[in-house]
T-cell receptor, first 113, second 118 residues
Framework: AQSVTQLGSHVSVSEGALVLLRCNYSSSVPPYLFWYVQYPNQGLQLLLKYTSAATLVKGINGFEAEFKKSETSFHLTKPSAHMSDAAEYFC???????????FGRGTSLIVHP | DAGITQSPRYKITETGRQVTLMCHQTWSHSYMFWYRQDLGHGLRLIYYSAAADITDKGEVPDGYVVSRSKTENFPLTLESATRSQTSVYFCASAQDRVQPSSYNSPLHFGNGTRLTVT
């Protein structure tokens, strides 16, 4: 079985500060990992995905995530937060042979001026 | 325009009524999914479909019915709506994952249907 844990249902940062959203997974086999973003009144959009080609993955809007197998983590970061980054962020995991992704419960990113 | 569209965007219905949420995608993706999103629960899978005429239950299928007679459409029906089915419903699609290299295919989501059952 696979599962995803996102630590912190809400994360609050100041504009210009570092963004760190945490995601830990459990999977019995090497996983495929994803981060999605959801803006108000919209569906989820892919931010980035890990597919084993490189442990540091760059996504859209300046976000990146690092796969750490020893820590079973895939944390999302951005060096400098913008007001437009305020949204809900979801981590998801799937593994070879299982095409149904498992989603975390989401983390709401709040950006203060 | 290419993409995945859901209709209606907003729906209010009464307890006991039947309601159908529509989902249409133009990519010819094999896989389609229905999720509900509720505060504190994140996204929960209701049903999914691997191809036309192939559907399977997800995590929370009770009270819902799906069909997929055509690849591009995947309607979700609430046979007798209950207040606990008040939620935001998202449809999603993904390209064929038969090949191992496709297991990293991301989901493409519609903009959701906000359903209120009174």
């Amino acid at each position: 079985a696979q599962s995803v844990t996102q630590l912190g249902s809400h994360v609050s940062v100041s504009e210009g500060a570092l963004v760190l959203l945490r995601c830990n997974y459990s999977s019995s086999v090497p996983p495929y990992l994803f981060w999605y973003v959801q803006y108000p009144n919209q569906g989820l959009q892919l931010l980035l995905k890990y597919t084993s080609a490189a442990t540091l993955v760059k996504g859209i809007n300046g976000f990146e995530a690092e796969f750490k197998k020893s820590e079973t983590s895939f944390h999302l970061t951005k060096p400098s937060a913008h007001m437009s980054d305020a949204a809900e962020y979801f981590c998801a995991v799937s593994r070879g042979g299982s095409y149904i992704p498992t989603f975390g419960r989401g983390t709401s990113l709040i950006v203060h001026p | 325009d290419a993409g995945i569209t859901q209709s209606p965007r907003y729906k209010i219905t009464e307890t006991g009524r039947q309601v159908t949420l529509m989902c249409h995608q133009t990519w010819s993706h094999s896989y389609m999914f229905w999720y509900r999103q509720d505060l504190g629960h994140g996204l929960r899978l209701i049903y999914y479909s691997a191809a036309a005429d192939i559907t399977d239950k997800g995590e929370v299928p009770d009270g819902y019915v799906v069909s997929r007679s055509k690849t591009e459409n995947f309607p979700l029906t609430l046979e007798s709506a209950t207040r606990s089915q008040t939620s935001v419903y998202f449809c999603a699609s993904a390209q064929d994952r038969v090949q191992p290299s496709s297991y990293n295919s991301p989901l493409h989501f519609g903009n959701g249907t906000r359903l209120t059952v009174t």
